[in-house]
């Protein structure tokens, strides 16, 4: 008895035993072919597929297929079939795959939905921050249904006067690290080329003891028509960096933008100084202007009052020197004067030389639009770059000083004209340039 009851046993775990065994191997189902070696399951069949679970997912930021949380680390690469056509993040029903956010990865999808605009918000509906300190920002986006939603945070900068002044990381925080003005940015990462900026300005928290001046490319010249980006070094660095420029001598050699931008208008040098807002600390620097290579074609003619420079633009010629016969100078901010000549109206209708004469309106507007279509950079060079000073109006105002550049034309006006605009002026002037084209 007790033997047949050990051999009922062993023929009973027997099939348990290898059926074990086989739970662990590879399988094909569909065929009697071996599964491929790289599949531990290997489905086969001509007329008939692998049906996954529908579910109806309502985020893709949100596992929802178990109330344990600790579950959603542990189903990496899950698959189901979302029937929901608005599951928020998702791209509507079709397969997904579970990978830390439910994946898109087959059937077919929504048109996308592009990001129209983002707003931002600050935490407090603030824009300052101070050194050290941080600012949480907030980026919404419209459309709501927008196909993707997600952002890139970052501050853009262009040049040393702009880095390093704040930081932020890839959820909105910034962290303020120098003092001044900065630009923290979301953009769209869904293609559509939408961004927001949002002007944020980092606040001091010393007091300013020293400021020295230095150069973004650590020299200090400057070709004639060319810029050079001066740059204030305001010690500590944790104290405001807010200056003024002037220039202090050589003022028709260059000009200083509120920026530090030197614009090297005449060959020479000049003074160019910094001061601290609101104190006496300031320093000053030598900066020399030098005459570019001249492109061919450019002639040299002396009349009574200077030597001039002409050249053929689109088979005109003209002056590519202001007249120097007036006798009027300008003083004009902090009390800089320039050594260029300036007419009245009436003046300026007989300045023109034997043989040469004020040009029409539609002259100058033919020519700037010759030169931005058409002309090389030197030729740019020469028309917009030399003797750029401005005007003097009837109110005894000083206009677009090393800016752009003013002159009389024969219709009784004046012209206006800087390297992206030109146009003819109503009204009078008081003082105005003169440059003359070859009758």
Known sequence: MRMKKKMMFLFLLFPMVFGAANLYAQVT???????????ILDLRSNNKGLKLPTVSLTDTAAFQLSTNPSDAASAIGMMVYNTNDNTKGGRGQGIYTWNGTWIYSGGTPKADIPVNRIVITSEGNVDTVKI???????????????????VAWSVPWSGS????????NDTGLVTGIKPGNVTVRASAIDGSEAFRDFALKVQPTGI?????????????????????????????????????????????????????????????????????????????????????????????????????????FNGV??????????????????????????YNQSDALTACPTGWRLPLPAEFHALCIWLRTYGTDDEKKLFFARDKMGFKNKDGMWNEVGNCAEWRVSTGSRYYVTALYDGEVSGDSELISVRCIKD
């Not at 010629?317 to 007036?326: C, D, K, L, Q």
């Open 317 to 342: 010629v003209w002056m590519i020197n202001n007249s120097a016969e007036g006798s009027v100078t300008y003083r004009g901010f902090g009390d800089q004067e320039g050594v260029n000549a300036y």
């Open 161 to 168: 006067l702009t880095a390093g002044k704040a930081v932020v």
């Open 208 to 312: 300013a003891t020293g400021i020295s001046i230095t150069s973004e490319n650590g020299q200090y010249s400057v070709d004639m028509g060319r810029t050079l980006q001066l740059m204030a070094v305001v010690t500590p660095e944790t104290a405001s960096q807010n200056v003024t420029w002037r220039i202090t001598s050589g003022y028709a050699a260059v000009t200083v933008s509120t920026t530090g931008v030197v614009t090297g208008n005449n060959e020479g040098s000049a003074g160019v100084s910094a001061t601290i807002f609101g104190t006496s600390l300031s320093d000053t620097i030598a900066v020399s202007v030098s005459e570019w290579e001249l492109p061919p074609g450019v002639e040299t003619v002396t009349w009574p009052g200077g030597v001039y420079k002409t050249y053929a």
């Open 132 to 150: 050290g300190e941080t600012l949480q920002l907030t980026d919404s986006i419209v459309p709501q249904n927008a196909s993707n939603k997600k």
């Open 29 to 39: 189902i569909g065929s009697d072919e071996e599964p491929h070696s790289g599949a």
